[in-house]
Antibody, heavy 120, light 110 residues
């Protein structure tokens, strides 16, 4: 059974960079698949941030692209998100998920989410 | 890249059927049979209910079905049960390796 677990700082100051990690268990990232980040501001809908292939190839939401860095560490079986120049608008629950995107597109396994609050 | 359009809320009584619409454009929903639907209970992570417009993952009840016509996809839930009360989100491949979600629909079981 594939399981994902997000971790991060919880509270970040405006203009700083937030770093989140998603640890994957029950499946080796190096074996394939894409892995994605999705966020949800409090009381609002889901927004795709971006995805990464096990090789390191990345795909980003155009609206966030300049601030987003997604990377994968196959040795630790985890992938990461860095979002720079954060503001209150980036306050959200951040989810990681397995992104099925080889001739298809859907997210089949999700982490429980981690809340990131941007505040001074 | 704009969010797909969903009704803010829908409601139905136990045993009834409801349909949630998801309207996109010819650049996303209309161009690809890659629409998925997610159920989210309060404080929980989203759960995949439908993928590729109408396919159900293993373990998802056949109460849930999906369809698409033109730029609009739909999720139908038949035989409504109390536990179906949740938020539902559609999602579509939008070309150029990007993905777009809908704004979400709150389903209330009366």
């Amino acid at each position: 059974q594939v399981q994902l677990q997000e971790s991060g700082p919880g509270l970040v100051k405006p203009s700083e960079t937030v770093s989140l990690t998603c640890a994957v268990s029950g499946y080796s990232i190096s074996s394939g698949y894409h892995w994605g980040w999705i966020r949800q501001p409090p009381g609002k809908g889901l927004e795709w941030i971006g995805s990464v292939f096990h090789s390191g190839t990345t795909y980003h939401n155009p609206s966030l692209k300049n601030r987003v860095t997604i990377s994968v560490d196959t040795s630790k079986n985890q992938f990461s998100l860095k979002l720079s120049s954060v503001s209150a608008a980036d306050t959200a629950v951040y989810y990681c998920a397995r992104d099925q995107r080889y001739d298809t597109e859907y997210f089949d396994y999700w982490g429980q989410g981690t809340l990131v609050t941007v505040s001074s | 890249q704009s969010a797909l359009t969903q009704p803010a809320s829908v409601s139905g009584s136990p045993g009834q059927s409801i349909t949630i619409s998801c309207t996109g454009t010819s650049s996303d929903v209309g161009s690809y049979n890659l629409v998925s639907w997610y159920q989210q209970h309060p404080g929980k992570a989203p759960k995949l209910m439908i993928y590729e417009v109408s396919k159900r993952p293993s373990g998802v009840s056949n109460q849930f079905s999906g369809s698409k016509s033109g730029n609009t996809a739909s999720l139908t839930i038949s035989g409504l049960q109390a536990e179906d009360e949740a938020d539902y989100y559609c999602c579509s491949y939008a070309g150029s390796s990007t993905v777009v979600f809908g704004g979400g629909t709150k389903l209330t079981v009366l």
